[in-house]
């Protein structure tokens, strides 16, 4: 189980890196519309225009759950 900790506190750290999101930004799609997405570095927001929602990065990780999604 602590073998397990670890690579979980490995995973944590390597995704909370600031560039780490702009790397996902390739393969991130809407969750609502299946469109292409933009990162908004001043908000720290994954942005859909064609939806207008906005999804929070919350430690490095994207929550791109439509229920937690704020409108534009």
């Given at each position: 189980?602590?073998?397990?900790?670890?690579?979980?506190?490995?995973?944590?750290?390597?995704?909370?890196?600031?560039?780490?999101?702009?790397?996902?930004?390739?393969?991130?799609?809407?969750?609502?519309c299946?469109?292409?997405?933009?990162?908004?570095?001043?908000?720290?927001?994954?942005?859909?225009?064609?939806?207008?929602?906005?999804?929070?990065?919350e430690?490095?990780i994207?929550?791109?759950?439509?229920?937690?999604?704020?409108?534009?």
């Amino acid at each position: 189980m602590r073998k397990d900790l670890k690579r979980f506190g490995a995973i944590r750290v390597v995704m909370s890196a600031p560039a780490t999101v702009e790397k996902m930004m390739d393969i991130l799609a809407c969750p609502k519309c299946k469109g292409d997405v933009k990162l908004n570095k001043k908000e720290n927001k994954i942005v859909c225009h064609s939806c207008r929602l906005k999804f929070a990065v919350e430690e490095g990780i994207p929550n791109m759950l439509l229920e937690d999604a704020k409108n534009l």
